[in-house]
């Protein structure tokens, strides 16, 4: 992975004022802005996927005030349950959620 590179941002100190023309400067700002956005997601993409496939692998984070972990959570989606109860019983219902597949997500946390 190539060394990151340092973009720095100069913020916008002056409210433009209201006249009928907006300079080509300005214009040429924000996508030069919108331009140094997209890539720093593309980064921070990358970092993510090759951090997320470090953890998958089984690889520990050194000792420090950062953290990184994996956190799953898992979810059914039953979203014709009340119909189910109505129809055939809370009883029904309940056997069929018990038996349904859950849904699993995992998200990166890198955490100080």
């Known amino acids: 992975m190539a060394s990151p590179n340092v973009i720095q941002f100069t913020p916008v100190t002056q409210v433009p004022n209201t006249c009928n023309a907006i300079a080509q400067s300005e ?35 050194e000792s420090g005030i950062f953290r990184a972990y994996l956190k799953f959570t898992e979810r059914r989606s039953v979203s014709w349950k009340a119909v189910v109860e109505r129809e055939l019983g809370e009883d029904y219902a309940t056997r069929v959620l018990a038996a349904t597949k859950r849904d699993k997500f995992s998200a990166l946390v890198v955490s100080a």
């Open 27 to 61: 214009l040429a700002h924000l996508l030069e802005m919108r331009r140094q956005r997209e890539a720093l997601d593309e980064q921070i993409t990358e970092a993510e996927v090759s951090l997320r496939a470090a953890l998958e692998a089984g690889a520990t984070v």
